[in-house]
């Protein structure tokens, strides 16, 4: 892998997505601010803020944030490339030795910066949360259950760890995850790549500061899907062991039939078995097909170059646009 060092101009960097977060973001910057006020790392940090193209009055909040306080570093992203590739966004322009990502809503508290960050001066690569008690709803805690145990399997993710979207990575691990410049990012799958030295700590999971959350069930499909098929060949392994298995299975109720139909030759054809079996394997086909079409789409979105992300300007000189 070819890895590009940056040497760091900050001790930390919080890197922070945005979307429809306008009333969420002057409290924000405060509460940043006041946990930081006082450390080691007071006037040696930087707050980004990527602007994921929010409809709502996101960025004139974050250009009036950057304007008080000069620690607050704005992106505008050109249309909205989602979660993941804002994360990339703002990790490309951070500048710390020690970056933490987290979301805008403040759900994650501001108050366990220190202790991510302790985390990763103690020698450790990563360091995600855990949460005491999620404040999401049924439906999200058990879709990301069922996330939970697919990354186990197809990014031999540790089965004690929750990959939280609120954790802290060492500069060299940010470096190696921005080699990747394809359109699908996903930051976890690409963590995991990149390292084993990943540590945890427990959380408070705090109510929205204010509104509803982004992600509907569309939006949690598509994450998902790009965390099966974007980061590993492990789909398509199923696929074929399944394959496999089913071919085996067929051969060994033809056997079954002929036998049958040897030793009782009075048996009527079992018509609904024939139907039955016809439309379990043509459903597999179909499951398969689609898996193999999700990576051929990929592969050919890859060919023509789409863009991770494309800045349309910053709060920070120079102000340039930038696709990636």
Not at 60 to 71: F, G, L, N, Q, T
Not at 109 to 116: D, E, K, T, V
Not at 269 to 283: E, Y
């Amino acid at each position: 892998m070819n890895v590009q060092k940056r040497v760091p101009f900050v001790s930390l960097s919080i890197v922070v997505p945005v979307y429809r977060s306008a009333d969420v973001l002057p409290e924000l910057v405060r509460q940043v601010r006041d946990v930081l006020a006082g450390t080691k790392y007071d006037g040696e940090y930087e707050l980004v803020l990527v602007n994921d193209s929010s409809p709502d009055a996101s960025w004139s909040v974050i250009e009036d944030c950057a304007k008080e306080c000069h620690w607050v570093r704005g992106l505008s992203l050109r249309k909205n490339f989602g979660q993941h590739n804002a994360t990339m966004a703002g990790l490309r322009y951070s500048r710390g030795r020690i970056v933490i990502v987290m979301d805008d809503d403040l759900q994650h508290p501001p108050s366990a910066i220190l202790a991510l960050a302790e985390k990763i001066e103690a020698g450790y690569d990563v360091c995600y949360t855990h949460y005491k008690e999620r404040k999401h709803a049924a439906w999200k805690k058990w879709g990301s259950r069922l996330n939970d145990i697919v990354a186990a399997w197809v990014l031999k993710k540790p089965r004690d760890l929750y990959l939280s979207s609120f954790k802290a990575m060492s500069r060299g691990v940010v470096d190696a995850i921005l080699a990747y410049d394809g359109p699908y990012a996903y930051v976890d799958g690409l963590i995991l790549g990149a390292t084993n030295s990943i540590a945890a700590i427990d959380i408070t999971h705090q109510e929205r500061f204010t509104g509803r959350g982004n992600y509907n069930l569309r939006r949690s499909v598509g994450l998902w899907l790009k965390m099966a098929t974007g980061s590993s060949v492990y789909p398509l392994r199923i696929a074929t062991v399944t394959g496999f298995c089913m071919a085996a299975l067929s051969l060994i109720f033809l056997m079954l039939i002929v036998v049958q139909r040897l030793t009782h030759p009075e048996m009527q054809p079992g018509w609904a078995s024939i139907i039955a079996t016809i439309l379990l394997i043509g459903g597999l086909q179909m499951v398969f097909l689609g898996i193999l079409g999700e990576y051929i789409g990929r592969i050919y979105i890859r060919l023509n170059n789409s863009p991770q992300y494309v800045v349309r300007e910053t709060t920070f000189s120079p102000p340039t646009e930038t696709a990636v």
